[in-house]
């Protein structure tokens, strides 16, 4: 499984803040699949594939949006979440969320994937047959997400706070390499 900017915003979540806002990290990232699937399924792709100028503002926002979480990260522990205090610990919940909302709804690799390719496959079936396809993908999500979310917990209990800061910082390098190379497909476009 190729690690896209949502598998690494999950994996650093749980790594960098824990449990339980891992956990609110992957059920925003799932209930965007969610949402993402079931446009797919409805027929959305279709206008994608219609709208080359959707696509370009599409990746050039991503672009941005993936650099703004790695210099976030890369600010330092305390932007990481490392070291929020207790007061802080509500807005960082809700800062979550609109991060893992804006990786899966601003990303447009998750988002042909989900509208385009999946939902080539959900349009092409018929009734509840949809629906069920639909309905697969989406708890397919939710495993996955899950998955690597404990995953990085168990991790991150084997770190340290210096361990956790270098993973922030190679997490960050990787969301901006993910933008750089969003924005190297809209050049070459």
Avoid: K
Avoid at 29 to 39: H, K, Q
Avoid at 87 to 111: C, D, F, K, Y
């Amino acid at each position: 499984m190729p690690i896209g900017a949502q598998n690494l915003f999950i994996v650093q979540q749980g790594i960098s803040l824990g449990a339980p806002r891992v956990f609110y990290a992957t059920l925003a990232t799932t209930g965007c699949d969610a949402l993402l699937i079931t446009a797919g399924s409805l027929g959305l792709g279709t206008l994608f594939a219609g709208h080359a100028a959707l696509r370009t503002v599409l990746m050039a926002a991503g672009g941005g949006y993936l650099l703004y979480l790695a210099w976030q990260n890369l600010r330092g522990p305390d932007a990481a979440g490392l070291d929020a205090p207790e007061a802080e610990q509500t807005l960082t919940v809700r800062r979550t969320v609109t991060r893992a909302m804006g990786v899966s709804l601003l990303n447009p690799h998750a988002i042909l994937d989900t509208v385009g390719v999946i939902g080539a496959v959900g349009i092409a079936r018929n009734g509840a047959a949809r629906v069920w396809f639909a309905g697969g993908c989406v708890l397919a999500s939710l495993v996955w997400f899950t998955l690597l979310g404990t995953a990085a917990l168990a991790i991150r209990r084997r770190l340290t706070r210096r361990g956790r800061l270098w993973i922030a910082r190679a997490s960050s390098l990787v969301m901006a390499l993910f933008a750089l190379l969003l924005w190297s497909e809209l050049a070459l476009a």
